[in-house]
């Protein structure tokens, strides 16, 4: 599956932005999904994934109750909400899937997208 990240840029803190991730192929349905980022000088970090069905979500503990990850697998995309923005949420957002089940391990996930700019000024 080849993955398509979109939706970044700039964004004042407290305000909000939605990314959002294209999959290719008919077996988007398949894969469990995930946002991670990658801020300057920094390790890629878990932010969110989401269960084949959207039944079942789960976030870092730095970003729940402001971000939402959702899927349409009917659109073959996945996309994360942000809400009430902070400046270290800078970064670049990726999405990834994964065949097996949910991790925040980025080195479970089989693919990856090419990733989306997001910077927060404060």
């Known amino acids: 599956v080849q993955l398509q990240a979109s939706g970044g840029g700039l964004v004042q803190a407290g305000g909000s932005l939605r990314v959002s991730c294209l999959a290719s192929g008919r077996t988007f349905s398949s894969y469990v999904m995930g946002w991670f980022r990658q801020a300057p000088e920094k390790e890629r970090e878990f932010v969110a994934a989401?269960?084949?069905?959207?039944?079942?979500?789960y976030y870092a503990d730095s970003v729940k109750g402001r971000f939402t990850i959702s899927r349409d697998n009917a659109k073959n995309t996945v996309y994360l909400q942000m809400n009430s923005l902070k400046a270290e949420d800078t970064a670049v957002y990726y999405c990834?899937?994964?065949?097996?089940?949910?991790?925040?391990?980025?080195?479970?996930?089989?693919?990856w997208g090419q990733g989306t700019q997001v910077t927060v000024s404060s």
């Open positions: 989401i269960s084949r069905r959207g039944a079942n979500t």
């Open positions: 990834a899937a994964e065949y097996g089940t949910w991790s925040s391990r980025n080195d479970k996930y089989d693919y």
